[in-house]
């Protein structure tokens, strides 16, 4: 399902000719030196393709020929006239003793086999190399002309980094390697190759079966270029005496699609992706829709420029346009996301969504409300996922995040299906740890706990804001903790460290040994206050809020802990308005 949805993109991106789209055979890479030649084979300069500054420089990218199947971390396998420096001049640190600073012999040799191959693959698609003045430069240019690069001050560069490098003529602005005679040459070599047919499982059509699937490029926290979503490059993984792409058959064809489609809508620059936590979201719609360049923002922090925007008012349009709706705006269309992050070997698959427009767009605008809040002034109506779930990390460190609740948690939001219990205990855990109850936090909490009551199709028992009729037991211990710890800091202006600080962890987990000796606390603080009008009014939120506590538990359940941290946000953040509204 997920690779036929994949394929079916491209062939959508593909009709709606899609600019910059690699075609089959062909893929995108960033090549930040291009040699420029004369027709001789003489060097006639370096064109260095980088923009920006310092660290923040950007290789221009360049849809090149894919010659062979899978990677090369371990054979040798050259591009055709586009490559790394490794293979172009035979330059590479790899293998240097750390002692004696020289090159093990064996890494030696297989740089002399990079070298050579490189120039082999050329004659092997070109025998006749003055069939076309470009390949007839390139080659003389590494048989009688290479050593002149290094007059060029890019040279040291090239020769400590070892980037892709590619060749242009001079005078034209297409490199060699994309020369129509080179893709005829490349189109003629294909037609001999001999592959192996049969039932490809995604087109569901006889063809030429891939052997190893074309790598995904640059998915972010991979922590290289290439990474692979199906692949049998091992006998670790075959089956019943099948070898590599036997054991799950998919046509070139259909490898290059679904690959290509994702590399295109996680390319930089695209908005039809987004990172939540260690996976990286891409989405897409059956049809050409306006959600796929809205997703990222409903998703993402508000806009600088408008950080009260009304994501639920944009949600609305997708719900139920307007009779007549033109198709960017159909409720109906097919909509997918996925959800893919790297580990060592493979890609996985942290979530998977197949529905319609209209179906995520309710999902989304249920989210929101769920997550909705009374909130501190200087803080936006709408949290990003990032922020949620960052919420959660020791030191808010987004590399700390537990890795499959970013997945859980984006799951439950598409399908409309209760949030993870995971999302709430790191919630509960971050807070007590740090005695820190913000509002990321306490969202995440009130948004768990009345999604878990709906679905339970229970009575929901948390608000937006305070709300004083509640007579949960953790709802109303937070609320009086709140007023206890308002008290203390009457009493006692500029104090550094209150009873949260020293107290919310037991009183929130263990309320009966912690309350008796609060409520004795706070009799001595009242009894300092100074305006006694202002003791009595806190006395009487105190005495109306333990009407409601028949007794102080000697545990509170995980779900009541939440109660506790949002009765504790509500009181406070009321306090804090009422004290507003008096100014």
Known sequence: MILQALTSYYERMTQEQVPDLEPEGFKRVAIPFVIVLRKDGSLSGIDDTRTGEGRRTRARTYIVPKIFEGSRTVNVKANLLWDKASYVFGLSQEGVDKRSGKKRDKFIKRLKDQKGKF????????????????????????????????????????????????????????????????????????????????????????????????????????????????????????????????????????SSAYVTA????????????????????????????????????????????????????????????????????????????????????????????????REIAENLYQHFDDIEIVRPKNQPKHLSLFRLLVSTALEKDAKKIQPNLAGDFMRAILVGTPYPDTLLSSAIRRIKAEREVTYPRVSLIKAVLVRKARYKKEKEEIDMSLDTSNTNTGYCLGRLFAVLEKVQEEVNPGINATIRDRFYGSASCTPVTVFPHLMKLKNHHIAKLENKGRAVNLEKIIGEIVDDIKDFPGHLSLDDQGRFAVGYYHQRQDFFKKKVATE
């Not at 030429?208 to 995904?216: A, D, F, K, M, Y």
């Open 119 to 254: 120039l082999t693959t050329i004659f092997d698609y070109f025998p006749n190399q003055d069939a076309d003045d470009g390949v007839r430069a390139v080659v003389k240019f590494l048989k009688y002309h290479a050593d002149s690069i290094q007059d060029y001050k890019e040279w040291e560069e090239i020769n400590s980094k070892y980037p892709n490098l590619a060749f242009r003529l001079e005078g034209e602005q297409t490199l060699i390697c994309n020369r129509d005679p080179v893709k005829e040459a490349i189109a003629n070599k294909n037609k001999t190759v001999t592959s192996e047919k049969g039932l490809c499982l995604v087109t569901g059509k006889i063809d030429n079966l891939t052997r190893l699937e074309n790598p995904i490029k640059g998915l972010r926290g991979s922590g290289k270029g290439e990474s692979h979503l199906v692949s049998f490059n091992d006998s670790a993984y075959w089956s019943y005496g099948k070898t590599y792409g036997a054991n799950a058959p998919v046509s070139k064809y259909a």
């Open 262 to 357: 994702i590399n295109s809508m996680q390319r930089e620059g695209s908005r039809q992706w987004l990172k939540v936590g260690d996976a990286t979201t891409v989405f897409w719609a059956e049809k050409k829709h306006d959600i796929e360049n809205v997703l990222a923002d409903i998703f993402g922090e508000p806009p600088k420029d408008n950080p009260e925007q009304d994501y639920k008012e944009l949600i609305a349009m997708f719900r139920s346009p307007e009779t007549g709706a033109k198709p960017e705006l159909n409720p109906n269309t097919k909509f997918f996301v996925l959800g893919l992050s790297p580990n060592s070997a493979r890609i996985a698959v942290r979530f998977w969504y197949a529905g319609s427009v």
